[in-house]
């Protein structure tokens, strides 16, 4: 073999190694070197926005806590309205969304009445539409698919009873509710997941069947295509997870779903275990376990790296733990993150003139909102007339209600004199912010 052939050799067998070392570049989950820790809590969520991670509920009153990657530290944020724990939350036009989940004391905890939206860039807590009272659970599977919010499976009574298998989807455009096919079996505390058009439901129990704590885990995994409108049970045992637990955790990456830690009827320590599902190939496999056994918390998929804060390190409720690990993946799908800005609320007029109406009669125009600038959505929270008496407001949609970037809505407003004589009024609209903007004011002059 010639120098030139030997030389085209050794560069590839050292592209080999490269390759092969990148593939397996971390054996096992590492401690994040952050200056600082977060509180303890479990049953909690973990949810990136934008280039932050935040920490959300738990069992009792917690603040918001905010890690940034940029500067490695811990940052408190805003006490949400009202305890909340056992929740999938998820990241939503830059804001966070929390629904399908518990408050009060165990084992009868009651669900959460309404969704509860977390502004992250004016660090602010706004209460939103109620969740029709006939659906209202906790421990449910909570995630986003095009552009709507869905919830599936959950539990009503606490750890008691009440298992439900309802599916359901919230449209944040029209601020409504509908229902969809029910799942094929009843679970919670799992954590769902979506790739590309098919949602995998896997893991998770139902707390208190037949008396049971921790055992009535269930095995099966679920699938729904949303192209067909059907589910599916994969066959067992092949599709079934391979470690029974609830109270896991799950992320998407690329065709796979990581199910990671939880809680048994079979050990004492929270599970450590990571397993991963092709959805694709419909086949698992595994990946290094956790260093700290873990379940009712969230995990983050960030850059190429997953993280995971918080949870509990036992079945049921204690030790609390804030102990912070992450693991390299060696995934192609590392897209930068993307810091939120501010939306911008404008609208097409700021005056409104209303001409030659009689008295008793009345008269409509239009105006349009828009959210012209920024990547996260505008939050409206009320709209109002400082003179009901001649100008009303007609907004079709419940408030809360967001306006996603680039996107715009119609408000009605209607004139009807109630003399001949010339009247004046504003009308206020306001957007989720603490105190710091004024109202965005249009001008109404009527006759």
Not at 282 to 292: D, Q
């Amino acid at each position: 073999m010639d120098r030139k052939h030997i030389h085209l050799t050794l560069i590839i067998a050292l592209a080999s190694i490269f390759s092969y070392s990148n593939l397996f570049a971390q054996a096992s989950w590492e401690h994040v070197k952050a200056k600082n820790e977060p509180g303890k809590r479990h049953e909690n969520a973990f949810v990136k926005v934008g280039t932050k991670f935040y920490l959300l509920g738990g069992r009792g009153m917690k603040p918001v806590e905010i890690y940034d990657p940029a500067t490695a530290t811990w940052t408190q944020g805003q006490m949400p309205p009202v305890e909340m724990s056992h929740f999938q939350s998820v990241a939503y036009h830059g804001m966070i969304y929390v629904m399908g989940g518990l408050q009060s004391g165990w084992p009868s905890e009651t669900p959460l009445s309404h969704i509860y939206i977390y502004d992250t860039v004016e660090d602010l807590w706004v209460v939103g539409p109620e969740i029709p009272k006939d659906r209202q659970r906790g421990a449910a599977g909570v995630f986003v698919y095009e552009d709507k919010i869905y919830m599936v499976c959950g539990i009503i009574n606490g750890h008691t009873s009440g298992w439900v298998s309802w599916f359901d989807v919230y449209d944040p455009k029209t601020n409504t509710w509908s229902k969809l096919p029910n799942a094929p079996r009843a679970r919670d505390h799992f954590q769902a997941a979506v790739v590309g058009d098919q949602l995998v439901v896997t893991g998770g129990r139902k707390s208190g069947y037949q008396g049971q704590g921790f055992e009535a885990t269930i095995a099966e995994t679920d699938m729904y295509d949303f192209t067909t409108g059907k589910w599916s049970t994969l066959p067992s045992p092949a599709g079934d997870i391979p470690t029974q637990r609830a109270g896991c955790t799950a992320v998407v990456v690329g065709d796979e779903v990581i199910v990671i830690g939880g809680e048994s009827g079979s050990q004492e320590k929270a599970h450590s275990e990571v397993e991963v599902f092709n959805a694709e190939t419909k086949k698992w496999r595994k990946l290094p376990s956790l260093i700290t056994g873990r379940h009712g918390t969230q995990v983050i998929y960030s850059e190429g790296n997953l993280y995971v804060a918080a949870g509990c390190g036992n079945r049921g409720g204690a030790p609390e733990l804030n102990s912070f690990e992450t693991y390299v993946l060696n995934s192609s799908d590392t897209q930068k993150d993307i810091a939120v800005t501010d939306g911008k609320l404008s609208a097409s007029t700021e005056t409104i003139n209303f001409e030659k109406v009689k008295p008793y009669f009345s008269a409509k125009k239009s105006i349009t909102l828009k959210n012209a600038d920024g990547n996260q959505g505008v939050l409206l929270t009320y709209i109002i007339s400082t003179d009901q008496s001649n100008f009303g407001v007609d907004f079709p949609y419940e408030l809360p209600y967001m306006i996603k970037p680039g996107e715009s809505v119609d408000v009605e407003i209607s004139y009807t004199p109630q003399a001949t004589n010339s009247t004046e009024g504003e009308i206020l609209i306001k957007s989720s912010d603490r105190g710091n903007k004024q109202p965005l004011s249009i001008k109404l002059k009527g006759n």
